[in-house]
């Protein structure tokens, strides 16, 4: 109980003494539970029950107010009215508490009355730096510590737990806080900290994730949110797990996509709410829970992270009908079951008939009854394959109990991930997991879990790789202020400072400029309307294209001109500008960078044109960005084929595309928030070895203050 302070939520995260405002005498009031928990499990601090009704409350000798508590407490929890709170925590500020945890309901969540009586809460917080979680919250639990604040009674009917605590439970509800600690301990799963973050007045769901990443006694964490407060901090913190190879688990609650608002460009409305979560939480190797009995598995796996896992998996089962079975779940959750070199399934087949599978899926039939020494091969085979992660064996209870001893000795010798599912009573569980060995007695839970975590195994260098190129300083200097509106022709020559390449084009005054222009570019040529105010100038009807003479021209100018007037009739026009026409294209593409208010500026890359938002094939990644993971991006499209040759096309210059949309990260991180949205759309990608141009491109302007 003498450990140095190192962090400042330790004397709310592992408190050497508790005081409870609104002790309670009764174990089943919020002011009594927490009391009866520490006084059940052992809790080794000073405990200070404060209520001027009682002289003793479980035990502890109680006190009528906090003036009156001999010693300055680390901790208070205040089980009293919201409308007491404020000025109770000045008090305890006044007594040098450190730290404290508000039960009370009726703050931001109830309506303005509730929110008009938060503001003086948090404006108590920033004055006085005192650390204070909630409002509306359930209270903690070190499990390590037996120090419980939390009035829940999960504890009381939980298996008791005799192992330290490894994994850590951090919700923004009480309540999916206490069922996913109810599920992890029912798997075994020892728990170290239970937090729950309540209205997050003060202290906010990342800064938790701080603490977590640096706990000695955590290396996993299962988290639950509705929203993120502070997305940098939460990245920092995701790469902090990432770091260390700690697990980090969110079940993310409102995930149906409600589309953000296209304010000036298409990006905006690729790049809503739930595809950032989703791309964020994938690129900081975030595990996405879907449940909470999965979260409950991952939880357990979370203790095998030091065995050598992946995404390319072999199976072994008995049945050829559950190989198949387990090869279509794995392969749909995004896994891959690799057909297995010529020479491993060779050295299978000595002992395997040959009705038996051995390519993977790998079914050894009913015959390894009857040799069931044959089984070493088998395993030492996979386990020295290079061209597999994991393997997961597929048996019933009592065979498995039969190859136990092979499995572990197999494990001890090979840092291969081995996992088990068991389709009976095996007796031979706790034995293998001890080993190393995770086992499940269900196929659906055992492929829900293993999937992600599998996946969440296979990222981690490409993590690290990005967590690197983060730290990496810009390529170029901070640029100067922006005006407060750029044209299409301002926005290609701006962004050809950072190397993305545009066709060459003229700004025109009038026709008769356009026709002079048109003479030196070459027909045939493409018009369009120069404004900075008509951000989508083809809907706006402000573009001709195939252009071949003179006279098509000065009908097209002044029907571009007379569209745009239609249009919007205040928008200013800059001109007109005249393009060659370009050729030579195999696929078009769109990139846009947006600033999301949670995690920054993301890139989204997707198929480009006026059909962008109708097909919406696109990847996203939080910046910055390489050559290397544009690349990556590219290669998730559906649209891929058509830049890889498909059905005899020409292979598009991808190395080029990539280039041009690297360079728009460097462009974001050079303008930083000055440009709200900047978007190439669309990039035309050439045949191999030709390039790719900019055809049209964006910047909406933030101006700074």
Request: hydrophobic share 45%.
């Amino acid at each position: 109980m003498n450990e140095a302070r190192t962090h400042r939520l330790d004397p709310l995260l592992r408190p050497r003494s508790i005081a409870m405002v609104g002790a309670s005498n009764q174990a089943g009031r919020i002011g009594g539970m927490p009391l009866d928990l520490l006084r059940h499990f052992g809790y080794a601090g000073r405990v200070f029950p404060i209520n001027p009704k009682y002289e003793e409350v479980f035990g502890y000798t109680c006190y009528p107010d906090i003036e009156s508590v001999p010693e300055t407490p680390d901790l208070v929890v205040l089980a009293i009215g919201a409308e007491d709170v404020t000025p109770m925590l000045e008090r305890c500020h006044a007594k040098g508490v450190p730290a404290a945890i508000v039960y009370a309901a009726g703050f931001a969540e109830a309506g303005e009355a509730g929110a008009a009586l938060q503001k003086p809460l948090e404006a108590f917080v920033t004055r006085s730096g005192m650390v204070v979680a909630g409002p509306n919250c359930m209270g903690f639990a070190n499990l390590n510590l037996q120090a419980h604040t939390a009035f829940a009674s999960v504890f009381r009917s939980a298996p008791p737990q005799e192992q330290p605590g490894r994994v850590s439970i951090l919700t923004q509800s009480g309540n999916v806080c206490s069922a996913v600690f109810a599920l992890v301990r029912k798997l075994g799963t020892p728990v170290s900290q239970f937090i729950n973050t309540g209205n997050e007045a003060s202290l906010e769901f990342s800064e938790y994730l701080e603490f977590l990443a640096q706990d000695p006694q955590t290396d996993c964490v299962i988290g639950y949110v509705e929203q993120l407060r502070h997305g940098q901090r939460f990245i920092d913190a995701a790469l902090s797990f990432a770091e260390q190879g700690k697990p980090l688990v969110i079940y993310k609650a409102g995930e149906t996509e409600k589309g953000s608002e296209a304010v000036r460009s298409h990006t905006s409305a690729l790049a809503g709410d739930l595809a950032l979560y989703q791309a964020g939480f994938e690129q900081l190797n975030v595990i996405r829970g879907t449940d909470f009995a999965q979260m409950a598995d991952l939880a357990y796996l979370s203790g095998f992270r030091h065995r050598e896992g992946g995404r390319r998996v072999a199976i072994v089962t008995m049945s050829g009908a559950l190989g198949a079975i387990l090869a279509d779940k794995l392969i749909g959750a995004g896994l891959d079951v690799p057909t297995l070199p010529q020479d491993v399934q060779e050295a299978l087949r000595k002992g395997i008939p040959d009705y038996g599978m051995v390519s993977n899926p790998v079914d050894v039939t009913g015959n390894l009854v009857n040799t069931p020494e044959f089984v070493r091969s088998i395993f030492t085979a996979l386990a020295e394959c290079d061209a597999v992660d994991t393997v997961i064996v597929y048996a019933p209870g009592y065979l498995l109990d039969r190859m136990a001893d092979t499995l572990v000795d197999i494990c001890a010798r090979h840092p291969r991930l081995f996992v088990a599912i068991d389709t009976g009573a095996a007796q031979c569980r706790s034995r293998l997991a001890d080993a190393g060995i995770p086992v499940f007695d269900d196929l659906g839970r055992a492929t829900q879990a293993l999937a992600p975590y599998c996946l969440w195994l296979a990222r981690r260098a490409a993590v690290a790789r990005w967590a690197e190129l983060r730290k990496m300083p810009p390529r170029h200097d901070r640029a100067p202020q922006l005006p407060a509106r750029l044209n299409e022709h301002d926005t290609k020559a701006l962004l050809a400072q950072y190397g993305v390449a545009s066709l060459p084009e003229k700004v025109c005054e009038d026709a008769l400029a356009a026709v002079q222009a048109a003479e030196e570019i070459g027909y045939p040529v493409a018009l369009k309307i120069l404004s900075a105010d008509i951000a989508h100038k083809t809907e706006a009807g402000g573009v001709r294209l195939n252009i071949a003479d003179p006279a098509s021209l000065r009908t097209a100018c002044a029907e571009v001109l007379e569209a745009a007037h239609r249009y919007d009739p205040a928008a200013r026009i800059d001109g007109l500008l005249v393009q060659p026409m370009a050729s030579g294209g195999v696929a078009e593409l769109i990139a846009g960078v947006t600033h999301d208010p949670v995690f920054g500026p993301a890139l989204t890359v997707g198929l480009g044109g006026v059909l962008t938002e109708l097909y919406r094939d696109t990847s996203h990644r939080l910046l910055p960005v390489d050559t290397e993971m544009v690349g990556d991006m590219l290669r998730s499209l559906k649209a891929w084929p058509l830049l890889d040759g498909f059905r005899g096309r020409s292979t598009a210059d991808v190395a080029a595309a990539c280039a041009s949309i690297a360079a728009l990260s460097a462009a974001s991180a050079a303008l930083g928030e000055q440009a709200q949205e900047i978007e190439i759309n669309p990039i035309q990608v050439r045949a191999h070895g030709k390039g790719a141009v900019a055809l049209d491109a964006l910047v909406v302007t933030r101006p700074l203050a």
